[in-house]
């Protein structure tokens, strides 16, 4: 199947600072990105969603300026959490999904980035 | 908004006994997908549902499709610990131009030795 890495696995920081994670399909071209934010023992709830060379667009309830995402490549997206916050806390999840190939609407996911905002 | 709920929240089994975790939606679905995520770690695709009525098989697990295409379920056969783990179901929604996948919450499976 389809290869997406997700870097860094695992990030502590300080109140205040901001935090870069990075998403990447190794192996296939991702036309649309989504990041999804999961709770412990809860689902997964999209955050937003970027299709390649454009502005991502954000569910309601997730401020823009404070997750800021681009998706400068068909293989890589970035999701930057700024001023982070302890209640920012959470376990991120980038998917690509194909544009040809596999069944559309088919998502591969990154193995999640866990942050831990002190 | 459309939403895709999941039953049950939280199924205990012991090992060899069948589990089912059921999907609804508000509306119907193009296609259910269903996922499964291992404690701490992250969701893996299992299976995509696109026909009415339509059932796959998996080696011991079995999905199916409602006619309306707005419910589906997972049958696991005889568990076992390596089942152990949060199966999800989600289906896609077409919304200001864009398709995503909305995911139930989920259906944590534990096996008892």
């Known amino acids: 199947g389809a290869v997406v890495s997700q870097h860094p696995s695992r990030v502590i920081c300080k109140s205040g600072t901001s935090v870069k994670i990075e998403c990447r399909s190794l192996?296939?071209?991702?036309?649309?990105m989504f990041w999804y934010r999961q709770f412990p023992k809860q689902s997964l709830m999209l955050m937003a969603t970027s299709n390649e060379g454009s502005k991502a667009t954000y569910e309601q309830g997730v401020e823009k300026d404070k997750f800021l995402i681009n998706h400068a490549s068909l293989t890589l997206s970035t999701l930057t959490v700024t001023s982070a916050h302890p209640e920012d806390s959470s376990f991120y999840i980038c998917?690509?999904?194909?544009?040809?190939?596999?069944?559309?609407?088919?998502?591969?996911f990154g193995p999640g980035t866990r942050l831990t905002v002190l | 908004g459309q939403q895709v709920m999941q039953i049950p929240q939280y199924q205990h089994v012991q090992e060899g006994e069948d589990f089912t975790t059921y999907c609804n939606s508000s509306?119907?679905?193009?296609?259910i997908q269903w996922y499964k995520q291992r404690p701490g770690g992250h969701p893996v695709f299992l299976i995509q549902?696109?026909?009415?009525?339509e059932v796959k098989k998996q080696k011991r697990l079995t999905f199916q499709f409602g006619e309306a295409k707005k419910n589906s379920s997972l049958h696991i056969t005889a568990t076992q610990t390596t089942d152990v783990g949060t199966y999800f179901c989600?289906?896609?929604?077409?919304?200001?131009?864009?398709?995503?996948?909305?995911f139930g919450k989920g259906t944590r499976l534990h096996i008892l030795p």
């Open positions: 549902l696109v026909k009415s009525g």
């Open positions: 998917s690509g999904r194909r544009g040809s190939g596999a069944p559309r609407d088919t998502q591969y």
């Open positions: 989600a289906g896609p929604v077409f919304m200001n131009r864009d398709d995503k996948i909305i």
């Open positions: 509306t119907t679905l193009s296609n």
């Open positions: 192996d296939f071209q991702a036309t649309t």
